[in-house]
């Protein structure tokens, strides 16, 4: 591989890391209860928050689990707080994470928490009781939870100290992790060959139908090992939604759209609006920004430059947006959302990824909770 050449220092520094966890000489721990983790080997854009959101569903349509018996742990990326901290549906993004926050606003019955050490975490979603008893979780508002049944672990299968029962990595599309390099001269954070560690593997962002050969060359590309599941999933854009409640829907019918996105990848969703809209600007902020008086000011004189333009962003950036409080009022009749699902691409490809993720479960423990509906 090039990078052991040209990244020596770093392709061995992730070398020696996992092969010590594989040889147990550093050691990991399972959590109480199944735990499902959603991660990736790249930097960011591979969906990870949809594919959550995705499988939070199944796990509460299909599986019949309750509200609380699911939780959702992260590390919160660039929150202000810090420690163990649950998810409250009126907080922010500065103080939770956006993807959090986003999640808890769409599933307000799951507990979400948020905690850069997973394993403490795990603890305090599987015995809700010690919640605010110790130093990593004195200053979090302790709500009356019911012990998790089964957790979602987002973003953390860099997080071996804590030992997954369901793995499931995520490959865009448009970066297949068998042409990519490690970072800085590529997008990938982690060694290609992890992906052969996950139980499934799901190629994200797909054009809408793919030819059996197509996934077959995929397959082949990836070496992956006998018993590991592929699958493939396309992105679905809902209709836009207000991001405040003074939206003005006439705004819905303009002509013109002005953009601001903080994402990893905003050319899909740019050419998905390109087809209804014309585009006059685009503004483009990193990854996960923190909008400031600056960029709002912005924003508004690019929305002030063409009057009748919808503004639009992400379901992401809107959850940060929000944290200020002082977004003009013009501004907010005409700020829009486009919320996105992901779907499989090929029939009754869901219904067997059910019964792939429930047979898993199954193995993964002796009691694993609820199995899905017959």
Same mark, same amino acid.
């Given at each position: 591989?090039? %990078?052991?050449?040209?990244?020596?220092?770093?392709?061995?520094? #992730?070398?020696?890391?996992?092969?010590?966890?594989?040889?147990?000489?550093?050691?990991?721990?399972?959590?109480?209860?199944?735990?499902?983790?959603?991660?990736?080997?790249?930097?960011?854009?591979?969906?990870?928050?949809?594919?959550?959101?995705?499988?939070?569903?199944?796990?509460?349509? /299909?599986?019949?689990?309750?509200?609380?018996? *699911?939780?959702? !742990?992260?590390?919160?990326?660039?929150?202000?707080?810090?420690?163990?901290?649950?998810?409250?549906?009126?907080?922010?993004?500065?103080?939770?994470?956006?993807?959090?926050?986003?999640?808890k606003k769409k599933f307000p019955g799951v507990t979400v928490a948020v905690e850069k050490n997973r394993i403490h975490g795990a603890e305090m979603l599987c015995h809700p009781e010690k919640i605010g008893? %110790?130093?990593? =979780?004195?200053?979090?508002?302790?709500?009356?939870?019911?012990?998790?049944?089964?957790?979602? #672990?987002?973003?953390?299968?860099?997080?071996?100290?804590?030992?997954?029962?369901?793995?499931?990595?995520?490959?865009?599309?448009?970066?297949?992790?068998?042409?990519?390099?490690? +970072?800085?001269?590529? =997008?990938?954070?982690? !060694?290609?060959?992890? @992906?052969?560690?996950?139980?499934?593997?799901? @190629?994200?962002?797909?054009?809408?139908?793919?030819?059996?050969?197509? +996934?077959?060359?995929?397959?082949?590309? #990836?070496?992956?090992?006998?018993?590991?599941? !592929?699958?493939?999933?396309?992105?679905?854009?809902?209709? +836009?939604?207000?991001?405040?409640?003074?939206? /003005?829907?006439?705004?819905?019918?303009?002509?013109?759209?002005?953009?601001?996105?903080?994402?990893?990848?905003?050319?899909?969703?740019?050419?998905?609006?390109?087809?209804?809209?014309?585009?006059?600007?685009?503004?483009?902020?990193? %990854?996960?920004?923190?909008?400031?008086s600056s960029d709002i000011r912005e924003i508004d004189h690019a929305a002030s430059a063409y009057p009748?333009?919808?503004?639009?962003?992400?379901?992401? %950036?809107?959850?940060?947006?929000?944290?200020?409080?002082?977004?003009?009022?013009? *501004?907010?009749?005409?700020?829009?959302?486009?919320?996105?699902?992901?779907?499989? @691409?090929?029939?009754?490809?869901? =219904?067997?990824?059910?019964?792939?993720?429930?047979?898993?479960?199954?193995?993964?423990?002796?009691?694993?909770?609820?199995?899905?509906?017959?």
């Amino acid at each position: 591989m090039l %990078d052991a050449f040209l990244l020596a220092p770093y392709w061995a520094a #992730l070398k020696i890391r996992h092969r010590l966890f594989d040889k147990g000489i550093r050691k990991s721990v399972q959590a109480e209860v199944p735990t499902i983790c959603i991660g990736n080997v790249t930097v960011g854009g591979t969906g990870k928050t949809p594919h959550t959101e995705m499988i939070l569903k199944m796990l509460l349509e /299909e599986f019949d689990y309750m509200g609380q018996d *699911l939780a959702v !742990l992260s590390r919160g990326y660039k929150r202000k707080s810090k420690g163990f901290q649950q998810v409250t549906v009126d907080g922010t993004a500065e103080f939770y994470g956006d993807e959090p926050l986003q999640i808890k606003k769409k599933f307000p019955g799951v507990t979400v928490a948020v905690e850069k050490n997973r394993i403490h975490g795990a603890e305090m979603l599987c015995h809700p009781e010690k919640i605010g008893k %110790d130093r990593k =979780s004195r200053k979090c508002v302790n709500m009356e939870l019911e012990p998790a049944k089964v957790i979602v #672990l987002d973003d953390a299968m860099q997080y071996r100290s804590l030992r997954s029962d369901v793995s499931i990595v995520l490959i865009d599309f448009s970066r297949p992790t068998f042409k990519d390099h490690l +970072m800085p001269l590529g =997008s990938l954070r982690d !060694l290609p060959e992890r @992906v052969r560690t996950a139980d499934i593997v799901i @190629v994200t962002k797909c054009p809408p139908y793919l030819e059996e050969y197509e +996934m077959e060359e995929w397959k082949q590309n #990836l070496g992956l090992r006998e018993g590991q599941e !592929l699958f493939f999933t396309k992105t679905e854009y809902c209709p +836009m939604e207000p991001v405040f409640p003074e939206g /003005e829907p006439r705004y819905l019918y303009a002509k013109r759209l002005v953009l601001f996105t903080g994402i990893a990848n905003d050319k899909p969703l740019h050419s998905q609006l390109s087809d209804s809209y014309k585009v006059v600007r685009h503004l483009k902020y990193p %990854d996960h920004h923190t909008y400031t008086s600056s960029d709002i000011r912005e924003i508004d004189h690019a929305a002030s430059a063409y009057p009748t333009a919808i503004v639009a962003t992400t379901e992401k %950036d809107s959850q940060r947006v929000k944290d200020y409080k002082k977004t003009p009022e013009n *501004l907010k009749q005409r700020m829009f959302r486009v919320p996105i699902e992901v779907a499989f @691409v090929g029939e009754d490809e869901r =219904s067997r990824f059910i019964s792939v993720l429930a047979a898993l479960l199954k193995e993964s423990r002796s009691e694993p909770g609820q199995m899905p509906r017959e």
